[in-house]
């Protein structure tokens, strides 16, 4: 089975970083879009950051500057660096990949989440 693990997530205080990491694992024959998603208590969760295939990147206006998304296609892994962290980025970071498997074609997968705390 195709399996998505977030890793990296922790206490913080404000204006520090946090690097995430999202390894896939299974039997892949391509991984399309890798994306960052959060949820906080309360709040739908939310789209963080997308990457593609050709490593275009996007990111949602609240992170944009502070966030930056990477992938390592020979690992099957996405990063989230996070820097200058806000008391606001708190939430539950959630990893998700479009993946292509034998079994299920493309399909949509995603991590357990990692807990992001950001104290002030």
């Known amino acids: 089975q195709v399996q998505l693990v977030e890793s990296g997530g922790g206490l913080v205080q404000a204006g520090g970083s946090l690097r995430l990491s999202c390894a896939a694992s299974?039997?892949?024959?391509?991984?399309?879009?890798m994306s960052w998603y959060r949820q906080a208590p309360g709040k739908q969760r939310e789209l963080v950051a997308t990457?593609?295939?050709?490593?275009?990147?996007n990111y949602a206006d609240s992170v944009k500057g502070r966030f930056t998304i990477s992938r390592d296609n020979a690992k099957n892994t996405v990063y989230l660096q996070m820097n200058s962290l806000k008391p606001e980025d708190t939430a539950v970071y959630y990893c998700?990949?479009?993946?292509?498997?034998?079994?299920?074609?493309?399909?949509?997968?995603w991590g357990q989440g990692t807990q992001v705390t950001v104290s002030s």
């Open positions: 998700n990949a479009d993946i292509y498997s034998t079994i299920l074609g493309m399909s949509h997968y």
């Open positions: 299974g039997v892949i024959i391509a991984i399309d879009s």
């Open positions: 990457i593609t295939s050709s490593t275009s990147a």
